[in-house]
């Protein structure tokens, strides 16, 4: 998407990225923000990045909570940002689980060509930061760059996304090193 008026966002992985990785979160007792997750959050809305979060929430289709449980969840998260002057831009969640095959499950791109047709994204100029493989295969598949971060499952990824990939510490390490460090200048072709 290039149209004019399309800018750059940061899709975020959730659970592993910004908050800390507990299995099927959804009680606000499970929230718990990463350290660093609202600077790296509050720091890409000052240069201009959009920010939406892209979640699996295969939970919601094992039946372990419901999709109001998940809605209250992710209004604590939007709140707990927003007041933290880090507010998202929107939330789009996967409810199924791997074996449904659908095309909104990451790495599958349908939850983030929806962000990207509702929130003008510049998908070239955008990035993915997540905790899996398959949030740099997202990445690949978009036509953005992805960063891994060690945090959640990243360690245990590292061994399983492409040479080159970017690797960080952490969503706020992704966001100094990487997304907004200077980038290389390319050759005119």
Known sequence: ???????PFVFLDRDGTLLEEREYAHRPADYAPLPGAHQAV????????????VTNQSGIGRGRYSAADYARFEAILRDDFAAHAAPLDGC???????????????PGTALALRA???HGIDLARSWVIGDKDIDVALA???????????????????ERVPGGTPIA???LDAVARFVLAPQPAQSPK
């Open 92 to 106: 789009y969640h996967c409810p199924h689980t791997p074996e449904a095959g659908c095309a909104c499950r990451k």
């Open 42 to 53: 509050a720091q890409l809305r000052a240069a201009g990045f959009g920010v939406v979060v």
């Open 140 to 158: 690949r598949a978009l036509g953005c760059r992805a960063v891994l971060v060690r945090t959640g499952h990243g360690a245990a990824n590292v």
């Open 1 to 7: 998407m290039t149209a004019s008026g399309a800018r």
């Open 169 to 171: 510490r952490d969503v």
């Open 116 to 118: 990207a047709r509702e």
